[in-house]
């Protein structure tokens, strides 16, 4: 892969996270994904899956910040995505699942509507669109989340498509 494509996939990773376009991933970014998931399935913020959505935020945020913000300033710039968390992050995706499993755990929560300990592949499908994939890719994604092909898709499939995701840039990632 030349450097152009390997920028390419970076960048476009890197505003998957930067939910406000604003130029560098913060806080304020996972506050916000979970605050646009709460608002899509009808989920308030005080009861225990908003509580547990906000902690999983927080929790995937200090992980990102732990491994990205190199100059302490509580923000990661596309620089510092690109230069340090992109390596780490590729060195070691069993840490970077397990620093997102909170918030994925949580996310499908608010997802299972009917509690069942698995989201629907239309209510994930409906979760990747809120925090800003594409009609398309947000279909595909929840569709191939279902391993079994019972229309359910488990913790243990969305947090390793997750880390798959944000650690393996490659020419066809």
Known sequence: MDSAEYERKVAFRFAAFDQDGNGY???????AAAARLLAEFGTTA????????????EALW??????ADVDGDQ?????EFAGGAVKRLRDNPERFAEIARPFLRAALAVADRDNEGAASVPAVERALRVLGATP?????????????????VAEDAAVAAFADYFTVIAPDA
């Open 25 to 31: 991933i913060d806080r304020a970014d996972f506050s």
């Open 75 to 79: 923000r990661v710039t596309r620089a």
């Open 136 to 152: 398309q890719t947000a279909a595909f994604a929840a569709r191939s989340l279902d391993a079994d092909h019972e229309g359910k």
């Open 62 to 67: 200090q992980g990102m910040a732990g491994i």
């Open 46 to 57: 005080r009861c225990d899956k908003g509580q547990a959505l906000y902690t999983g935020a």
